[in-house]
């Protein structure tokens, strides 16, 4: 089989591997499409990867090819998208029902070979069927739409709610899906990239906010705060206005991934006090019974068409591309939001 491994910093090698075999629990998948995150860059671009090579890729879809014994929750056949997380199902975390907190864990396209490739194996438990009216190429968003159901979940929203989402990349596009879902209010969304805010409009957003023209203290100056505010952009910048910009009695949930030292001017942390907010953060896309209610959530908002993925979807590669769709997501106000891999489309 073909699979696209980084074998160095800034490097990738396009190789003919073996094709794995199903061991004991596991299943074979012949992969459809596999994402790009924004998790992905750092481990191409920095070598932050645990060791080398590594076949990236945890974002993806494809068809069981070969089950590998006492495995009966899927069969040869099934249409199927991979929940990543590889929970060890012995720790604290773990025996509580809380696999996302798990201190022993391993991960598709991280820890253990990935989804750039063409057939990976997975465990089969890990393996959700999905409907034979969604395609595989919008199942293969499934994963980033659970991390943005489980972010909006960890606070509660009720009907009407008025929202703030810093960050209009695929996590933070995705959560406007799933708010609007949900039954929010007004839904304001910001980022610095035109593009990104003017796909955020097209997919609901009533309000979008474009720093560079305006600032969120001129545009609050006029409007009134929002109860809940989803940090995901990851700036140690947009983590401090989320405190700033809430109301009291309000809510901050924390998706973004810190990247810097962050830096609370006192009168901006004081807010947490005087204003007596609730602050969470959102750590993946879990819970219990394994992998959770988000994936099959997220499968049936999809099948139903009550969340549309296929704007977010801005371009297909194929394996032969190598680093061509990573070096598209970090061009300056790029317009790409979702980069796939296409392995096996038919």
């Not at 109860?227 to 952009?233: G, M, N, R, S």
């Not at 704007?311 to 032969?320: D, N, Q, R, V, W």
Request: charged share 25%; glycine share 8%.
């Amino acid at each position: 089989m073909k699979a696209l491994s980084v074998v160095d910093v800034k490097t990738f090698s396009l190789e003919e591997m073996e094709k794995p075999r199903a061991g004991l629990g596991n299943v074979v998948i012949k992969v459809a499409y596999c994402g790009i995150c924004g998790s992905d860059l750092p481990r191409y671009f920095n070598g932050a990867v645990h060791s080398f090579p590594q076949i990236l890729g945890h974002e993806f879809s494809g068809i069981v090819e070969e089950v590998g014994e006492n495995v009966t929750s899927v069969s040869r056949g099934d249409r199927v998208a991979v929940a990543p997380l590889v929970p060890c199902g012995k720790c604290e975390f773990c025996q509580k029902g809380e696999p996302a907190m798990c201190t022993h864990y391993s991960f598709i396209g991280s820890r253990q070979s990935g989804a750039m490739a063409e057939y990976v194996e997975v465990p089969a438990r890990n393996c959700i069927k999905i409907p034979n009216h969604l395609s595989l190429k919008e199942a293969a968003l499934v994963e980033p739409l659970t991390v943005a159901i489980h972010g909006v979940d960890r606070v509660n929203l009720h009907s009407g709610a008025k929202v703030l989402i810093l960050g209009a990349g695929t996590i933070g596009l995705l959560t406007l899906l799933t708010l609007r879902a949900k039954g929010a209010g007004e839904i304001i969304v910001v980022d610095l990239n035109p593009h990104k805010i003017s796909i955020a409009k097209q997919i609901g957003a009533d309000v979008v906010i474009n720093p560079k023209e305006q600032t969120l203290k001129d545009y609050f100056s006029t409007h009134d705060l929002p109860e809940i505010v989803y940090e995901t952009a990851g700036s140690a910048l947009t983590q401090v206005q989320a405190v700033e910009f809430v109301k009291k009695r309000g809510k901050v949930v924390y998706i973004g991934t810190c990247t810097k030292d962050i830096l609370f001017p006192p009168k901006v942390f004081e807010k947490i006090l005087r204003g007596e907010l609730e602050i969470t953060g959102s750590w993946m896309s879990y819970s219990s019974p394994f992998p959770g209610y988000e994936w099959e959530s997220g499968i049936r908002y999809m099948a139903e068409k009550e969340i549309n993925v296929q704007p977010l979807i801005t371009g297909e590669f194929k394996l032969e591309d190598k680093e061509q769709p990573f070096q598209k997501m970090i061009e300056k106000d790029s317009k790409h939001i979702k980069l796939l891999y296409n392995m096996n489309e038919n």
